[in-house]
């Protein structure tokens, strides 16, 4: 069910776009507009979003001999899945955290913070390092890409419109230049709407796979409590454009509501939510 949303909100999304160009440049142009500016936007999001999520989170990458722990367990956890062995990176933050990142699990890497190694029992780790490899599995860091620069394109489109004019063949129509005046306003909402609905079902999705990598959902349910109720008293400095890739909101101590958000515009689904489905996931079985 997670997946076949993701892939209704992607394609919602995408006919977002060239609806926008073709609306705002008009006819054929406008379509091909849309689809270049989509195409160069996942180009680049695609090769460079790793690389720049472990910058701007001030991740630092770590030698086995530093992490043992860590080490091991993904390797185990990898290798049961059949995955390559992803770089390990640390992040020197009080506050439980983690995250994935990278284009395909061949340019994978994985970040925690001293402060989950500090709070988590061995299997409550575990099932948050599983939870983490399966964004990677999953294709997650990639969806979630395509999604922020479809996302990007809207609000690109709308400001050249309000700057430049838009309306295609319809700039002497009233009519036409309302509805191209109100697509300027609503499209770049509609679109970091559907990109939050998206790292939701995400992240619903990577922790029912993970559980199921480790066969422990009750483990990822205690870990997730854990990090939900730190992260909102232990403040994290982190560049918001990466907040949505950690298992749980890092910056909810700034003021946002505990449990996690859920909201339209909120990067996760609530905690309570999330652990309701793992333990009702424990009983299924």
Do not use: C
């Not at 060239?18 to 160069?40: K, P, R, S, T, Y």
């Not at 029992?121 to 479809?150: F, K, P, Q, T, Y």
């Not at 066969?215 to 560049?239: C, F, H, W, Y």
């Not at 990466?242 to 700034?254: E, T």
């Amino acid at each position: 069910m997670n997946n076949l949303k993701t892939v209704g909100l992607l394609t919602l999304m995408t006919a977002l776009v060239w609806w926008l160009g073709l609306l705002l440049f008009g006819g054929v142009e406008g379509m091909v507009i849309g689809l270049l500016f989509a195409v160069v936007l996942n180009f680049l999001a695609y090769f460079f979003s790793a690389k720049m999520a472990l910058a701007m989170s001030r991740a630092k990458p770590v030698a086995e001999h530093e992490l043992p722990k860590v080490y091991g367990m993904i390797r185990r956890l990898a290798a049961s899945s059949d995955m390559p062995m992803p770089s390990i990176h640390l992040i020197d933050s009080p506050q439980p955290n983690a995250f994935a990142t990278g284009r395909n699990p061949k340019h994978a890497a994985v970040a925690v913070t001293t402060g989950i190694l500090q709070v988590m029992r061995d299997d409550e780790l575990e099932g948050v390092l599983a939870h983490e490899l399966s964004h990677v599995r999953n294709r997650d860091i990639l969806i979630s890409s395509i999604a922020a620069m479809m996302a990007a394109a809207l609000t690109i489109f709308s400001r050249i419109a309000f700057w430049f004019g838009g309306g295609g063949r319809d700039r002497n129509n009233p009519a036409g230049l309302v509805i191209a005046l109100a697509a300027m306003i609503l499209a770049p909402i509609a679109g970091m709407i559907i990109k939050m609905a998206i790292s939701r079902a995400r992240e619903y999705q990577a922790d029912r796979s993970g559980a199921e990598m480790t066969g422990q959902p009750l483990s990822l349910a205690r870990a997730l409590d854990k990090i939900g109720t730190a992260s909102g008293r232990i403040p994290m400095e982190v560049n918001p454009a990466v907040s949505q890739l950690f298992i749980a909101d890092p910056l909810k101590a700034f003021g946002r509501r505990r449990g996690g958000g859920g909201g339209l515009f909120s990067t996760h689904p609530p905690i309570e939510e999330r652990i309701r489905r793992l333990e009702e996931m424990y009983y299924r079985t």
